[in-house]
């Protein structure tokens, strides 16, 4: 906010989210289009640009719109990325993905996910040696979508590096994004899990005698160990819990 002088942090992060969510529409728009076709893409980009709660959280400081536009980016890079055989796109496809990890954890995954993609691309041709090899030809489209998705981990972990070496240093232990992964693991692997948030007192209000750095990088690494334990212990409700997670994030929009 300190690049607008005069004006209130609270405006500019709006103004910026208004930015950011009209930015996301064009993303939607541009896969689509690259994908599907003009007709397709613009159904997306009017969905998303009427959608209820894309619409309420541009208008609150709260991080899903920034998350939105660069998980929306870097898939269009990962998209053009293929389709124009540029490395350089793939370099910042993995930038922007570490810039997304660093909101939200989760998206370093994208390139893990993008896989199936990248095997199955049309542009992606064989080697003329393998044609009509059924099983050579699958495990060389295998290896080859695996080199764009080691590059953009590779550069997500170089962005994602700085970060990580700090929380080192400020809490004593390997954090390498965030302090709460830990609790929100446990909050759907334990006992009163029913595939929602809940509260877990029982977890995030140990270690009160320690420095909070140190106590939250404590609490998560107790969050995913008993968490882990847990569902080793509880495979059927596991299963119905995953069901319930998906049931619940398409149930309502929010």
């Known amino acids: 906010y300190k690049a ?3 004006a209130h942090e609270l405006t500019v992060a709006l103004a910026l989210n208004a930015a950011l969510g009209a930015a996301t529409v ?4 541009a896969v689509g289009r690259r994908a599907f076709g003009a007709t397709a893409a613009m159904l997306g980009a009017a969905i ?3 959608f209820p709660s894309k619409i309420f959280l541009a208008g609150v400081t709260l991080t899903e719109t920034a ?3 660069l998980l929306m980016l870097a898939i269009w890079l990962i998209v053009e990325a293929e389709a124009r055989r540029s490395l ?3 370099l910042a496809a993995g930038t922007v993905i570490g810039c997304a990890a660093l909101v939200r954890g989760q998206a370093a995954l994208l390139p893990l996910a993008a896989v ?3 095997v ?10 393998l044609k009509g090899r059924g099983t050579a030809k699958a495990v060389a489209r295998a290896f080859s979508a695996c080199l764009p998705a080691a590059i953009t981990l590779a550069v997500a972990i170089a962005i994602v590096a700085p970060w990580t070496i700090r929380n080192a240093i400020e809490s004593d232990a390997l954090v390498p994004i965030s302090s709460n992964d830990g609790v929100n693991f446990y909050i759907g692997h334990s006992d009163g899990a029913d595939g929602r948030g809940r509260k877990v007192d029982e977890l995030v209000f140990r270690y009160a005698e320690l420095a909070q750095a140190e106590a939250e990088a404590r609490i998560s690494r107790d969050g995913y160990r008993e968490g882990i334990e847990w569902a ?3 495979p059927l409700r596991e299963a119905e819990l995953a069901a319930r997670k998906l049931f619940f994030l398409y149930w309502r929009d929010d």
């Open 4 to 6: 607008w002088p005069g």
């Open 26 to 29: 064009m993303l939607v728009y």
């Open 48 to 50: 998303l640009a009427l």
């Open 67 to 69: 998350f939105t536009f």
């Open 88 to 90: 350089p796109v793939l």
């Open 116 to 118: 199936p993609f990248w």
């Open 120 to 129: 199955m691309s049309d542009l992606t041709p064989s080697p003329p040696s």
């Open 232 to 234: 080793a212990r509880h």
